[in-house]
């Protein structure tokens, strides 16, 4: 059974930092790409970053590059979001998802994800 488990949300005040955890189950990284999204308040879900381990490309939407970094840990099956440099536009719902025979590119954000994680909740305070 494939899973992924979302982790790390919290509030935390305007410039600081929390880091995101997806802990994946069911499936190897190599077959899948794997995505941050996240939803605000009142807005449609976007994508953020994303990963794939099969050639190691990462992607990063604009308001995220520079100040956030996904990277992967094998071992642990988990990808991580850290995220730096938080704003108060930053708050939503956190999620990851899994892409089948996916590439990470400026594309991967439209594609219909095969697998969901359930959300966490990322509050930033100003």
């Known amino acids: 059974e494939v899973q992924l488990q979302a982790s790390g949300g919290g509030l935390v005040q305007a410039g600081g930092s929390l880091t995101l955890s997806c802990v994946v189950s069911?499936?190897?990284?190599?077959?899948?790409?794997i995505g941050w999204f996240r939803q605000a308040p009142g807005k449609e879900r976007e994508g953020v970053a994303c990963?794939?381990?099969?050639?190691?490309?990462?992607d990063y939407v604009d308001s995220a590059r520079g100040r956030f970094t996904i990277t992967s840990d094998n071992a642990k099956s988990t990808v991580y979001l850290q995220m730096n440099s938080l704003e108060p536009e930053d708050t939503a719902v956190y999620y990851c998802?899994?892409?089948?025979?996916?590439?990470?590119?400026?594309?991967?954000?439209?594609?219909?994800?095969?697998?969901w994680g359930k959300g966490t909740l990322v509050t930033v305070s100003s």
């Open positions: 990963f794939s381990n099969s050639d190691g490309m990462t």
């Open positions: 069911g499936f190897s990284f190599d077959d899948y790409a």
């Open positions: 998802a899994a892409l089948y025979i996916g590439k990470c590119s400026p594309d991967f954000y439209s594609y219909d994800m095969n697998y």
